[in-house]
């Protein structure tokens, strides 16, 4: 199926990265532009809420970009508001797929790999986008999500077709430099390993965590319900043999405390109604 939470809505939603400024233009226009089926919803019917607003967005965190400019808010702050106010200060990578053969979903190669990859979008020279490309973008994804490890798939590009292998072998050839900088920088050879291991995966698709899951669920006859359980397991196994050390778990426990002693705090302070609240929050200069 689509890769990870979708909502039609947005299908047609262009959001540009051009400029902080062209970005917080387009997401304030989907903020605010009424969606024909969420009006039909209703916002308040016989006193409950069924939706905050009826806008194709109703909050900033329900775009599902693959990336998004962030920047920590303040309580009670549109995220928006603190992007055009103060800049942003990171960038939050999405559609990631937890990798289900290790224990927390991603490692340290995964980890530097990825590192490799953002330093090579960053330097690499982007022309404007356009709504036309998002569109491209998304249907490439799609194609990607549905068929990607299928030899000879093809994407567009610039008007016209590449192979999901040329494409990928560009982009790691274009990363290769970075990553020996990266291991001189570092003093060894790890990038460079983690590197490689991507390189194969393009090389051969039989070594994608996808078609290690599906050999394992043929071998063995087990639905994808049994071989999640069987990898729930098994990951539950690894941290009860690898507890945190006391010192670690101690200072957890004094903040999940002081956690519910501010919630208390400010439940007390709160004096206006969520009607109120809920106003003031949405409304966006």
């Known amino acids: 199926g689509r890769l990870g939470y979708q909502s039609d809505a947005q299908s047609l939603l262009?959001?540009?990265?051009?400029?902080?400024?062209?970005?917080?233009?387009?997401?304030?226009?989907?903020?605010?532009?009424?969606y024909p089926p969420y009006e039909?919803?209703?916002?308040?019917?016989d006193g409950e809420y069924r939706q905050l607003n009826t806008a194709i967005l109703q909050i900033e965190n329900e775009f599902y970009g693959t990336i998004r400019p962030k920047r920590p808010i303040s309580s009670g702050e549109r995220p928006l508001t603190a992007l055009?106010?103060?800049?942003?200060?990171?960038?939050?990578?999405?559609?990631?797929d937890l990798n289900p053969f290790l224990p927390l979903g991603i490692d340290a190669p995964e980890i530097r790999f990825l590192d490799s990859f953002?330093?090579?979008?960053?330097?690499?020279?982007?022309p404007e986008d356009s709504e036309a490309e998002s569109a491209r973008m998304q249907a490439n994804q799609l194609k990607v999500v549905e068929s990607g490890r299928q030899s000879g798939l093809m994407l567009e590009r610039d008007g016209e077709s590449v192979s999901l292998t040329c494409w990928a072998q560009e982009i790691l050839a274009g990363i290769k430099p970075l990553i020996e900088l990266l291991d001189r920088q570092h003093n060894?050879?790890?990038?460079?390993?983690?590197?490689e291991e991507q390189l194969a995966k393009v090389a051969d698709s039989e070594l994608t965590p996808s078609a290690r899951i599906l050999a394992i669920m043929r071998q063995h006859q087990l639905p994808f319900f049994r071989f999640t359980m069987n990898q729930s397991i098994a990951h539950k196994g690894y941290?009860?043999?690898?507890?945190?050390?006391?010192?670690?778990?101690?200072?957890?426990?004094?903040e999940a405390t002081e956690s519910l002693v501010r919630q208390q705090q400010l439940e007390a302070q709160d004096t206006v109604d969520f009607d109120e609240f809920l106003k003031a929050y949405l409304a966006l200069a």
């Open 40 to 45: 039909a919803i209703g916002i308040k019917v």
């Open 239 to 254: 941290f009860e043999e690898h507890p945190l050390r006391a010192t670690e778990l101690q200072r957890m426990r004094e």
């Open 14 to 34: 262009h959001v540009s990265y051009n400029s902080l400024e062209e970005y917080a233009g387009t997401m304030h226009q989907a903020l605010t532009q009424p």
């Open 188 to 195: 060894s050879g790890l990038f460079s390993d983690a590197f």
């Open 118 to 126: 953002l330093l090579y979008c960053l330097l690499l020279d982007s």
């Open 84 to 96: 055009t106010s103060r800049g942003v200060e990171y960038v939050e990578v999405r559609c990631l």
